[in-house]
């Protein structure tokens, strides 16, 4: 089955700053690659995603990289901001479950 | 309206007590999921029902038991509570299978005393 690794477990920035968390994957069949955000005591929400035919996505102050030979894709978020900080997973499918990282905690202080 | 609503949002109970979970959603989605959250935050997978037909089913004990009376429905069934599934089970609904984003619901906070 597929396998997905994510790093950093946690992450402390400055405001203002940027982060950036980083994924791999085992399964070459897997083309989608969502990420989600999860508040604490909320539910996880997707904020951005990918599929394998692309390179790269953009959404505002976040951003997802992709790159297929070497398995892995990243998280971008520039200008972070205190409302950033929280549990972020990434996640890896292609057919019927997505299998996610163990999640990254993202601190951002102001 | 909630896309994805799960009842109850918290579940005290002893152990060796059978209880059920519920989640319902509007979406008009094909595949739902169950997943726990353990203390750790990981998202492990139980259940995946895509049309009321189960298509994934991880290494789980048999105490626990989805239940799908329709498509719109999954719900879950655990059987002799133990101390160790204390946890946030979160259940999920997307269009067709792991192609699309997941919409997740609020989450069911069990504690098993």
């Known amino acids: 089955g597929e396998n997905v690794e994510q790093h950093p477990s946690t992450l402390s920035v400055q405001e203002g700053d940027s982060a950036v968390i980083k994924c791999t994957y085992s399964d070459s069949a897997s083309n989608y690659f969502p990420w989600y955000k999860q508040e604490l005591g909320k539910r996880p929400q997707l904020i951005i995603d990918i599929r394998s035919n692309v390179g790269e996505k953009k959404d505002q102050r976040i951003a997802v990289t992709l790159n297929k030979t070497a398995k892995h894709f990243s998280l971008h978020i520039t200008e972070t901001q205190p409302e950033d900080s929280a549990v972020y997973f990434c996640?890896?499918?292609?057919?019927?479950?997505?299998?996610f990282g163990k999640g990254t905690m993202l601190l951002v202080s102001p | 309206d909630t896309a994805v609503s799960q009842t109850p949002k918290y579940l005290v109970t002893q152990m060796g007590n059978d209880k059920s979970i519920k989640c319902e959603q509007n979406?008009?989605?094909?595949?739902m999921y169950w997943y726990k959250q353990d203390s750790k935050k990981f998202l492990k997978i139980m259940f995946s029902y895509n049309n009321k037909e189960l298509i994934i089913n991880e290494t789980v004990p048999n105490r626990f038991s989805p239940k799908s009376p329709d498509k719109a429905h999954l719900n879950l069934h655990i059987n002799s509570l133990e101390l160790g599934d204390s946890a946030v089970y979160f259940c999920?609904?997307?269009?067709?299978?792991?192609?699309?984003?997941?919409?997740f619901g609020s989450g069911t906070r069990l504690t098993v005393v």
């Open positions: 996640a890896a499918g292609g057919y019927s479950t997505l299998t």
């Open positions: 979406l008009g989605h094909d595949t």
């Open positions: 999920a609904s997307s269009p067709d299978g792991a192609n699309y984003g997941y919409t």
